[in-house]
């Protein structure tokens, strides 16, 4: 079983460290700072980074990647679409790469960025999902390169995956997007009672991920542009009829950039 931790960076980054203790081998995805990893690595003598995931070239996501490849020598992957630093092997969608003994399947999801990319491994006790900034926990990332239609599509491509899956992304933003989520589903009880749920495990210290993909198709609006309360709560908010989810979604992105 591979083990897997949160290592806190800048404000609200979590960089993912993957372990297994069998080789004392590990692995990180997106270390936008080398700092946290190297102090882990430090505090754990004997192991070995062997692999760097990145999602995508934003600088909080790639900045510690060279400096981590320089230290320990770790085979740096990522999206073939994006300038990452130091990498090793280009990821297009399809492609499998295997780390510390786990198959992950290579999803293009653009949106956030152009080329941005998860990796998926398919389990049937324990299925993981890494997504960088496409999908967070009650939220999707902003749209800094690409369109709406683009990101509802990365994002339902995600909300297929087995009810099961673990959600592994990058940010501490659940309560702030819970917040956004009540406002524009009300009446959903799951929503209200995620947030109370995460407000007092902030207030404990306690971190809000892993998500998984049934939570989130049941509270994030982002998945839910297909339900009559969130098309309503869109069209009202636009003044005109948002004829299909991708619309209803483009509503909701803007609205909350603005909330």
């Given at each position: 079983m591979i083990q897997i931790d949160a290592l806190p960076a800048f404000s609200d980054n979590y960089l993912w460290l993957l372990q297994d203790a069998d080789t004392r081998r590990c692995a990180v995805v997106d270390p936008g700072d080398a700092a946290p990893v190297l102090a882990?690595?430090?505090?754990?003598?004997?192991w070995t980074l062997t692999d760097i995931l990145v999602t995508h070239h934003h600088h909080d996501h790639v900045g510690g990647v060279a400096h981590l490849k320089e230290t320990c020598g770790a085979r740096v992957l990522g999206p073939a679409q994006e300038k990452i630093p130091a990498r090793d092997l280009a990821l297009v969608d399809g492609d499998t790469v295997h780390v510390l003994g786990l198959d992950f399947q290579v999803f293009e999801v653009p949106?956030?960025?152009?080329?941005?990319?998860?990796?998926?491994?398919?389990?049937n006790d324990r299925p993981l999902l890494f997504c960088g900034d496409t999908l967070f926990a009650a939220g999707c990332g902003r749209l800094f390169e690409g369109t709406p239609d683009q990101m509802h599509h990365s994002l339902s491509r995600l909300a297929a995956l087995p009810a099961a899956t673990l959600v592994f992304c990058t940010h501490e933003y659940t309560l702030s997007n819970l917040r956004f989520a009540k406002a524009v589903e009300p009446e959903n009880h799951a929503t209200s009672e995620r947030f109370d749920a995460v407000t007092r495990l902030?207030?404990?210290?306690g971190i809000s991920l892993p998500s998984n993909?049934?939570?989130?198709?049941?509270?994030?609006?982002?998945?839910?542009?297909?339900?009559?309360?969130?098309?309503q709560m869109a069209d009202e908010r636009a003044g005109r009829d948002n004829a299909t989810p991708a619309e209803v979604f483009a509503v909701l992105r803007a609205w909350k950039d603005q909330f």
């Open positions: 882990w690595l430090e505090a754990h003598p004997g949106g956030h960025t152009l080329g941005h990319i998860a990796y998926y491994h398919a389990d902030r207030e404990q210290g993909i049934a939570l989130e198709r049941a509270t994030n609006p982002f998945l839910r542009v297909a339900e009559i309360s969130v098309k």
